[in-house]
């Protein structure tokens, strides 16, 4: 199984990075231009990618997948089980850096291990949009 791990650190608040990454309806307001809509369906958000792309993600305990929103830890896992994927699910972390600078981690574990470099190459772009408009949004 492959895994692409990102670490970036964002100039903001842990609590307010943490209150946009939660709020899993609205991801595309946290990436414009990488998403380009995001519908909440039930157990799942089904997410729009700037290439036309959509992806439905489970966001709650559905056939035993671990996947989990935990306020204590700041920490955000979901899944895509199914399309052209084997099997994918990822997690958003929140991390304090100090009272105004987190450590935000984001991994993505998946099969099949061929879409390493399509999933490499979005997440660098999307935490790049995620950064500035965080940034953005905190005045920076």
């Known amino acids: ?3 692409v791990r990102k670490d970036i650190l964002i100039d903001v608040r842990p609590d307010d990075v943490w209150a946009a ?17 995001c519908q909440t369906e039930g157990d799942a958000r089904i997410v729009t990618f700037h290439d036309g792309r959509v992806a439905r993600e489970l966001l709650v305990d559905i056939d035993e997948l671990l996947v989990d929103i935990d306020d204590d830890v ?3 896992v979901y899944a895509e089980p199914g399309g052209r994927f ?7 972390q929140v991390f ?3 009272e105004n600078r987190t450590r935000l981690v984001w991994i993505n574990d998946f099969l099949p291990n061929e879409f390493a470099e399509l ?3 979005n997440m660098d772009k999307a935490v790049v949009v ?11």
Not at 86 to 92: D, E
């Open 21 to 37: 990454i939660r709020d899993y309806g609205a991801v595309h307001r946290l990436v414009p231009g990488f998403l380009t809509d």
């Open 119 to 121: 999933i490499r190459a």
């Open 86 to 92: 084997v099997t994918r699910s990822a997690s958003v």
């Open 96 to 98: 304090s850096e100090g």
């Open 74 to 76: 700041r920490r955000l």
């Open 130 to 140: 995620m950064k500035q408009t965080l940034e953005a949004s905190a005045g920076h």
């Open 1 to 3: 199984m492959a895994s």
